[in-house]
């Protein structure tokens, strides 16, 4: 069973950042494409960053130069540091675990952590 926990999440003020972490189990990691993704009340799931197991990493337009994502595979963990903080970036955040295979691929996901960006 696949188990993603995310942490890190909270309330923090307009030009704060947060670090989110992600730690993987049962889960053969590197091999694994990683990536955030996050949901705003009313909103659709959107891709924040992600990053492949190879280490090439892709940004949402909305985040670029602000946030980054970087993965360590010995701690089978994937983190996310959001720094420039903005009112709009408040959302339910996850993590996602991508696999491919020959038929397609499968996803696993975390179960969320909030982040709140208000004054």
């Known amino acids: 069973q696949v188990q993603l926990v995310e942490s890190g999440g909270g309330l923090v003020q307009p030009g704060g950042s947060l670090r989110l972490s992600c730690a993987a189990s049962?889960?053969?990691?590197?091999?694994?494409?990683m990536g955030w993704y996050r949901q705003a009340p009313g909103k659709q799931r959107e891709l924040v960053a992600d990053?492949?197991?190879?280490?090439?990493?892709n940004y949402a337009d909305s985040v670029k130069g602000r946030f980054t994502i970087s993965r360590d595979n010995a701690k089978k963990t994937v983190y996310l540091q959001m720094n420039s903080l903005k009112p709009e970036d408040t959302a339910v955040y996850y993590c996602?675990?991508?696999?491919?295979?020959?038929?397609?691929?499968?996803?696993?996901w975390g179960q969320g952590t909030q982040v709140t960006v208000s004054s």
């Open positions: 049962e889960i053969i990691f590197n091999i694994y494409d």
């Open positions: 990053i492949t197991n190879g280490g090439s990493t």
């Open positions: 996602n675990a991508r696999r491919y295979h020959l038929s397609g691929f499968t996803d696993y």
